[in-house]
């Protein structure tokens, strides 16, 4: 059965940082500003999403809803975007 469950998507902001770090690791998430990430945006009424490199083979990391908000959302490795060879690393 399939079903349209009208949930739509905003982009509500974007923010490039550059950072020297070559990655993130999952005890370094990079949506935590103390580890040189980006703090979430309004977690209680956004989804965040951050782009970077992660380390040791991870394409993705989230963090179910009622966990520490300074982790709230997902992060995707740059690499899980675009078609064979064309995704790249903006910084």
Not at 33 to 41: D, E, L, Q, W
Not at 61 to 84: E, K
Request: overall charge positive; proline content about 5%.
């Amino acid at each position: 059965m399939v079903s349209d469950v009208r949930l739509q998507f905003k982009l509500v902001k974007v923010t490039r940082t550059k950072t020297t770090k070559s990655g993130f690791g999952v005890d370094e998430c990079g949506e935590e500003s103390f580890h040189g990430g980006i703090a979430p945006f309004s977690p209680k009424t956004h989804l965040n999403l951050w782009v970077c490199a992660l380390t040791g083979g991870l394409l993705v990391m989230r963090q179910f809803p009622g966990g520490p908000t300074v982790t709230d959302g997902v992060v995707i490795n740059y690499r899980a975007f675009g078609t064979i060879g064309a995704a790249e690393a903006p910084f």
